[in-house]
Structure formats: structure tokens, C-alpha cells
């Protein structure tokens, strides 16, 4: 009846964080309780109007929609609902409800293969490497591997214990929840959601050997790549559709340009963006850096700064002087980062643009821009902060002790 | 919206009132209005609720978020345009409704209303002052003539609807003034009658003609409902001049209290107490004026127009003022979770009672019942009172209780049964088993009686009610006539 839940001024404490407004809030999960009671009940008096004796057996009864006359309203004069209320002309024994369990098709599901191959890795944690073809029709490729592994490793596997080496186009969310310790080694390209929630594994996508395009103008992996990702690193040597990392918490990736909205809601992790950037980037991004190589200089206006700062990626010995401690990124100059993903970025997908960009390191880095997040910045200095008046303490009342001998 | 986080900054403020000392020596109103910044502060706290409930709240259905908005913008100008735009006479209700509309706020759930009733007031009392009101006249005429019968704020509001889509309208009066209840019956310093001139200029500068002191119909042998009337017309004398009579005369019965020694000199009705006041106020002579100066009162019935009666009592001198319900004392508060939105039954205290009560005067008294008038010689003493109880819905006395209290004029204030059934029978008017003209509210064919072209609304067609149902009942029935007339209407319903 408000319809105010995006103003923060609910009156009656539902939707809003303002500690005033919530102290309003008179309601009980009892009071919830009774009113699905109350549901129930007069559900249960419809139903016995109707003669109807089992809920199933009023799925579909479209036939006893009706609507009500005699209300008297402009909005309500003219509605007609009957196609909406019309019952398809269908033989008894057709099924007006669900009657049957879907079948997902998980035995022929490719990870069964996976995990086939993955055993020794599984069971004694031998390495193994083996290929395979990837087709678009697969999906979540190396989810259910990444369940198996994780029910006898509950921390995974040391690094690139599996590595699997795929041709072919990935289908939607290729590597999704990919655990510690394998690697998905894609030459070719992928479709949506791929690394969505990755958890700890690497992802690699290169284009295929007969691609003869130039990869920072080719799309290769779709829309809302790394949605949500924690823990891992991907590394796509090619263009991303829109939403690219959006969500991101943790984990590390390398593309080669995006589409619109990327980096949107990130909340963490490390992003480097080696192209292009569609428009609205990092919006409501309040965590985590995006390093953007910005070649025409028009970044700032495809970047949503509303949450986020624009600052240069200046060198480590630059840095060392000019921005304290506290609010560096992961403890790391961002020079080391950037080059560090780079470096892995060639060496895995042997991307043209990473070389071109480390052999002219001193000009390429001058056009990085460092997009940082100003909650993220509050957050790191007041992290510090706590930190040093923890350590701190203790060590004055040790000094205290040492006085008092 | 104004102010999106103004119900958390703002508190609800009253409109002042004037000392009780100085307000009692007269009978001019007594209430300050807001001052501009304190209407944009209160008009701030309005939420703008996706469903105002105020909105439906409102009989007229007044378009309150948006003029709240309007006057905490400082568009002055555009607030009485949609204030208007819903109700004819906002000065009225600003001043005298009760604010169904407040009880509907939805602030008012666990916090205190919007003061809707104070900007609406303020927003009037601007526009008259800055000249905004003035007459609207009719793009053309229609040429059909309509008979309005009853001037009170229902025939007000119907004739202003019906002279505005261009039709010739009388409005007919039988006392000397227009404005039925609110001009007699409303106290001044509730309300006073230069609001209802004002109108009624800008009525008659509309094409309205008003026609007062002339009685349709007749009344009742020995009536106690004032009647001022010089002239009388029959109603088939107006069925053959008008092409539509819109019956708008009220519900001006008063419920009677058929106790023994209901004879005695000094027990009246308060409708013929308060008439006379407002009739000496408006400077008229009148002899063996009915007064309270030094009496001991008891005016019965715990409603508005019991409490009128007080503050006309308080004003006039009485000696003591004792009122009676007949129903328990309502909590102070209502369990809001219970009403909320609808109006609460709780107690309340008017400004009547408020000064009577300062100057020691009131004694209200709840629960009580009039067994019979004790007299002497003829003149009212006492009123023999019982305690009752309310047991399952029936009201039962309570044993030993018997009590008689000092009165020198009982006033009966129990309000109305029904309009006066003589009005009704001359035109062969229908009745409800209440004895009201008998009349839906349909859009199709409402406020229509049995009667071809006589129509009927407000307190005479619904029975006892508030003005700005009056003025809800008017402005539908006007459609309702205009459509009758034309076919088709473009008057709101």
C-alpha cells in the first residue's frame, strides 16, 4: 500500500535498513503462521463450495474462473477474460497436471566422462591430463566434477592436479563452480554464464587454431561470464558479452574487451580488461579493482562512477611514495599485479595483445586505468586501522610487563 | 511527494486556538489557521502513499496527497484548483469535518496523522483571501430549469454543480438564509456564516436564484423543526415549472424522549436552542430568545450537537452543564490495529467541552438514562437518571442506582430519525423502512425516487450524516439530474 520500499522510509519497518523506521516493525513469524492458517482454511471452504476434494484435482479447472460482475470501476470496464480463462480443447487423458519427473539427462551428462578420466586424481591425487571435445549441447561442464572432487577433497586439489584440454564451443556455464586443482583448457569459445561461481579452478579459452581474426575485435565467451566467481582465475583471450564478472567476489580474470555493464555489483577480486569496454561500467561496483587498458582515452565515459574512483596504475616504485600502504590492493603494488596477470594471461592463452602490451610496458601501463571503488578504499583503510589496534595493543602490554620487571 | 522523509523530521502540530477566556465572550470562530511555514512542515509529512487511504477515506474523495504536495511546493494556486476539483466548499469541511480522512492516513497506523484537515483549511482560507475563488460561469446555457429543495450543504453543492453545466436553478429555502444545518445549526464559533454569504454570492453570480422564507410543501401541526417560512409552494406547482426537483432538505426530525414529564416548560430540542443563537448573532431581533444564563443544563446526547450545545450554554452563562451518553465512556485510544482505516469509536473531547470543562462548569456523564422529567409547576427541576449496562448489545439498568439531577432546560440532542415526512408525502416520495426518501446511489439511476424527475440526496435520501457526505450526495445527485436532463453528463461522479 506504500509502494515507498525503495526510499528507505518504509513507515511500518518492512523494507528499510533506518534503524528508527525499523523499530516500528510490530510483526511475529506467528502472525505469518496464522495467516497461511488462514489461507489454508478458506482454500480449503472453496473447495467444498466446488465439491472439490484434492488440490490436484482443481490444477487446470480454468472452467471455474469467472469474473466477478458488478464491480464498478473505469479500469475493470472493458477487461475480457475470456481467452485468458479458456480451457484447450483436449482429450481426457491428457495430463492437466505434473504427473511426470523430468529427465535431466545426467548419466550422458559429459562430466560423467570427466570424472571417469579424473579417478586417479580423485581417489590417490595423481596428476592427470587428458582431452576431450566440447560441444555447446554440454552444460556446466565440470560441475559435477567439481562435486566429486570436493566430496573427498573438501579444499580441492593442489593446482592443475586435472588438467583437461577441450576443443570445441562450450555450452552455457562451461566451468561453473569449478573447484581447486583443474583446469579447463578451452580452444575454442564459450557460451554464457561461463566460470559462473568459480570456486577456485582456473579457465582458459583461446581461440581456435584456425581462427585467423584478431582476438581483441572477436567475441569468445558470451553474456555474464564469471558471474559471482569467489575463488579462481580465468583467462579469455577474446572479447566477453555484457555483464562481464558481474557480481565478481573474489576471483581473478583476463578478457580482452566487454560488453556493456561490466564489473557490475562487484563486490571483489581482480579484473584486467586488455580492450574496449561497452558503456555503464562498474555500476554499483563496491569492491575488488578493475584494471582497464584505456586506448582512446574515452574510459571515463563509458564508466559508471557513481561508486567508483578513476585513478592512474602508476609504477611500484611510484606507488611505493605517493599511496600509503592501507589501501593497496591484495598487499601488492598494482604494477605487480597487473604485469603478474598479464604475464599469465600470454603464457596461458598466448594472447598477441598481453605481448604487445609487456613489450611496451612503460607506455602501455601509463594508459591503464585503475578503477577502485570508494567503499572498497573506505573498507581497506579501516581494515588497517583494526588490524594496527590489534597488534598494537598487545604489544603495549607486553612493553608494560617488561617495565614492571 | 515533498518531503520524502518529512513524517520522520515533522510532528503533527494542532491549529491553535484562542484563550478560553477570550473566545468564550463571543461567538466568532476561534481557531488559527497554519501559518505558511508551518502548512509546508505539516504538508511534508504526507508519504504519498502508493494507495492513499485518505483518498477513499474521504467521502468526497478529496485528492489529498496531491495537495499536500502542491502546498509544500508552494503552489498555493494549483492546490485549490485540485482541492475544488473534488469539493465545492472546502471552507466548510475545513473547519467542521472530523476528518475521516485523518483517521484513514496512513501515518496515522503508529504515528500521528497527516494534518490534512489544517492544510485543506489553510489552502481556502488563502484562496479566498488571495481572490482565487470567484464564480464559474456556465459555457452555455441548456435551457432547462431545476428545482433544489433545501439549502443546506448537499442543495449548496448540487445547485453549484447544475448552474456551472449551464441549467436554470432555484434553490429553495423556507428559513430566512441559506445554508440549512451549518447556518442553524452549527454554532458560529464552529463556524460562521459569512463563509456561507460568500457562497452564496458566488452562487447566485453563477445563475443560481435562491428563493428563501418560501416552505415546499407543508409541515407538520405543531412541529418543533424551525421554520421560518413566509410563502409556501405546493410541490405539484414546482413539478409543473421545473424540469427536475432535486429533493436536498436533510433529516430534520429530532429523535424524542417520550418520558413521563416530557411536557414541562424548559425541555427542548436542541435544534430549536441552537437556531435562535446563530439567529441573534446574525443580528436579527428576537423575543423570549431561548437561553441558558444561570440555568442548571443537562443537554442529553453525547454527540456534536450535544456539544454545541455546551459551548452555546458555556457562552450564554449557565450555572452547570451536565451532558449525557447513554453508551459507555469509549477508550481515550483506539486499538488501531483493530480500525485502522476506518473511523474509530474512542473518546472524544470538542473545544466545547474543553472550555466548559476550564471554567469548572462541565459534568459529562456516560452510561446514563432518562427515566422521567421531574417538575414543578409546570417548569422542569430534575431529570431522574438510572445507570445501564450493556450486556450482549441490550442495555439493562442497574439496580439502586436511580439519581435525580438538577435542570432548569434539558436539551434533547439525540439526533435526527428522519426527514420530515410531510415533505416526502407531498410529492408521493418512496421511503426507506428508516423513513428516508428511498433513492440508490447507482451510477445508473441514482438519487432517482419513485417519482418521475424528483430526485433526492443528502441526509433526506441517507438519513443523519456529516457534511461532507452532504456535499459527496450533492455533487453525485447533480450528475445524476444533469444526466437526467441531457442525456449525457461530464459533472464527476
Redesign the interface.
Known amino acids: 500500500?506504500?509502494?515507498?520500499c525503495h526510499?528507505n522510509?518504509c513507515?511500518?519497518g518492512v523494507a528499510t535498513q533506518?534503524p528508527?523506521?525499523r523499530k516500528?516493525f510490530?510483526g511475529k513469524p506467528e502472525h505469518v503462521v496464522n495467516y497461511f492458517f488462514f489461507i489454508a482454511e478458506e482454500v480449503r471452504q472453496i473447495m467444498a463450495q466446488l465439491g472439490i476434494k484434492k488440490f490436484d484435482d482443481m490444477i487446470g479447472r480454468a472452467d471455474l474462473l469467472d469474473m466477478r460482475q458488478g464491480i464498478?470501476h473505469w479500469k475493470a470496464s472493458g477487461l475480457d477474460f475470456s481467452r485468458l480463462l479458456a480451457v484447450p480443447q483436449v482429450a481426457d487423458d491428457v495430463p492437466r497436471f505434473h504427473v511426470d519427473v523430468q529427465d535431466h539427462g545426467l548419466e550422458k551428462a559429459l562430466d560423467q566422462k570427466l570424472i571417469e578420466k579424473s579417478k586417479p586424481a580423485i581417489e590417490r591425487g595423481e596428476k592427470v591430463q587428458f582431452m576431450e571435445v566440447a560441444r555447446n549441447v554440454n552444460r556446466s561442464v565440470g560441475a559435477m566434477l567439481s562435486g566429486a572432487v570436493t566430496k573427498v577433497h573438501p579444499q580441492g586439489l593442489p593446482d592443475d592436479t586435472i588438467r583437461i584440454q577441450l576443443e570445441g564451443t562450450g555450452g552455457q556455464s562451461f566451468g561453473a563452480f569449478l573447484c581447486n586443482g583443474i583446469t579447463l583448457y578451452l580452444i575454442g569459445d564459450a557460451n554464457d554464464y561461463t566460470g559462473k561461481g568459480l570456486s577456485g579452478g582456473r579457465i582458459v579459452v583461446r581461440p581456435s587454431i584456425d581462427f585467423r581474426g584478431d582476438a581483441i575485435n572477436n567475441i569468445i565467451v558470451g553474456n555474464t561470464a564469471m558471474y559471482g566467481a569467489t575463488l579462481g582465475e580465468a583467462f579469455f583471450a577474446g572479447v566477453a558479452g555484457e555483464r562481464f564478472a558481474v557480481r565478481l567476489s573474489g576471483a581473478s580474470a583476463v578478457i580482452e574487451g566487454t560488453g556493456d555493464h561490466g564489473c557490475e555489483y562487484m563486490t571483489g577480486g581482480t579484473v584486467a580488461v586488455l580492450g574496449k569496454t561497452g558503456r555503464n561500467f562498474a555500476a554499483g561496483m563496491s569492491g575488488g579493482i578493475a584494471y582497464v587498458y584505456d586506448e582512446d582515452g574515452q574510459f571515463a565515459t563509458r564508466c559508471n562512477t557513481a561508486m567508483v574512483s578513476l585513478e592512474k596504475v602508476l609504477t611500484a616504485a611510484e606507488q611505493e611514495t605517493a599511496v600509503p600502504k592501507p589501501v593497496w590492493h591484495r598487499d601488492q603494488s598494482d604494477e605487480a599485479q597487473l604485469k603478474k596477470l598479464l604475464e599469465d594471461h600470454h603464457r596461458w592463452t598466448g594472447s598477441k595483445r598481453a605481448r604487445d602490451l609487456l613489450d611496451n610496458w612503460s607506455t602501455a601501463r601509463a594508459k591503464f586505468v585503475k578503477v577502485f571503488p570508494n567503499e572498497y578504499k573506505r573498507a581497506l583503510g579501516e581494515i588497517h586501522a583494526a588490524k594496527t589496534a590489534k597488534t598494537a595493543a598487545p604489544a603495549k602490554a607486553k612493553k608494560a610487563v617488561a617495565a614492571a620487571k | 511527494m515533498g518531503k520524502i522523509t518529512g513524517f520522520m523530521e515533522f510532528e503533527r502540530i494542532k491549529e491553535g486556538y484562542k484563550p478560553v477566556t477570550e473566545r468564550l465572550k463571543n461567538y466568532k470562530e476561534f481557531v488559527i489557521g497554519l501559518d505558511d511555514k508551518q502548512a509546508k512542515d505539516q504538508s511534508a509529512r504526507c508519504m504519498d502513499c502508493g494507495t492513499p487511504f485518505c483518498n477513499s477515506g474521504c467521502p468526497v474523495n478529496n485528492i489529498i496527497p496531491d495537495f499536500n504536495d502542491l502546498v509544500y511546493q508552494g503552489d498555493w494556486k494549483t492546490a485549490i484548483d485540485v482541492l475544488h476539483s473534488t469539493n465545492n466548499f472546502p471552507e466548510f469541511t475545513g473547519r467542521i469535518c472530523p476528518a475521516p480522512c485523518e483517521a484513514a492516513c496512513t501515518l496515522n497506523y503508529n504515528d500521528d496523522a497527516v494534518g490534512i484537515k489544517s492544510i485543506e483549511h489553510a489552502i481556502i482560507d488563502r484562496a479566498w483571501s488571495e481572490g482565487w475563488v470567484t464564480p464559474q460561469l456556465p459555457k452555455h446555457k441548456t435551457g432547462k430549469k431545476v428545482a433544489v429543495v433545501g439549502s443546506g450543504p448537499a442543495g449548496m453543492a448540487a445547485a453549484q454543480q447544475l448552474a456551472r453545466v449551464g441549467h436554470d436553478v432555484t434553490l429553495f429555502e423556507k428559513n430566512d438564509r441559506i445554508g440549512g444545518l451549518l447556518r442553524y445549526g452549527i454554532p458560529d464559533f464552529k463556524m460562521e456564516k459569512s463563509h456561507i454569504d460568500r457562497r452564496a454570492e458566488q452562487l447566485q453570480a453563477e445563475g443560481v436564484t435562491i428563493r428563501t422564507g418560501v416552505l415546499v410543501g407543508e409541515m407538520p401541526k405543531g412541529t418543533k423543526v424551525t421554520n421560518w417560512a413566509k410563502e409556501s409552494i405546493t410541490p405539484e406547482q414546482l413539478k409543473k415549472e421545473f424540469d427536475a426537483v432535486l429533493l436536498t432538505g436533510g433529516s430534520e426530525q429530532s429523535r424524542d424522549l417520550p418520558a413521563p414529564g416530557r411536557d414541562l416548560a424548559g425541555i427542548h430540542f436542541a435544534m430549536e436552542f441552537l437556531p435562535q443563537q446563530n439567529k441573534v448573532n446574525a443580528g436579527d431581533k428576537l423575543k423570549d430568545q431561548l437561553r441558558a444564563d444561570g440555568k442548571h443544563v443537562v443537554v442529553i446526547g453525547g454527540g456534536d450537537t450535544g456539544s454545541d450545545c455546551v459551548g452555546t450554554s458555556t457562552r450564554h452563562g449557565a450555572a452547570h452543564v451536565t451532558q449525557f451518553e447513554v453508551m459507555p465512556m469509549p477508550p481515550e485510544h483506539e486499538n488501531k490495529s483493530l480500525v485502522w482505516p476506518y473511523w474509530p469509536l474512542k473518546l472524544r473531547t470538542s473545544s466545547s467541552h474543553d472550555e466548559s470543562a476550564e471554567k469548572g462548569l462541565l459534568q459529562r456523564e456516560f452510561a446514563i438514562s432518562t427515566k422521567e422529567f421531574v417538575g414543578e409547576k409546570g417548569q422542569v427541576a430534575g431529570v431522574k437518571t438510572v445507570r445501564v449496562e450493556w450486556k450482549d448489545g441490550k442495555m439493562v439498568e442497574v439496580a439502586g442506582s436511580e439519581e435525580v439531577i438538577k435542570a432548569d432546560l434539558v436539551l434533547l440532542a439525540m439526533g435526527f430519525v428522519n426527514p420530515v415526512a410531510t415533505l416526502l408525502d407531498g410529492f408521493a416520495v418512496d421511503k426507506d423502512a428508516r423513513g428516508n426518501a428511498k433513492a440508490s446511489t447507482e451510477a445508473a439511476g441514482g438519487y432517482a425516487t419513485n417519482v418521475p424527475k424528483v430526485f433526492a440526496a443528502g441526509d433526506v435520501r441517507r438519513g443523519q450524516s456529516l457534511v461532507v457526505w452532504a456535499i459527496r450526495e450533492g455533487r453525485q445527485a447533480a450528475r445524476a439530474v444533469d444526466e437526467f436532463l441531457m442525456g449525457v453528463s461530464d459533472l464527476p461522479r
Open positions: 500500500m506504500m509502494r515507498k526510499l522510509t513507515p511500518v533506518d528508527a523506521l516500528k510490530s464498478e
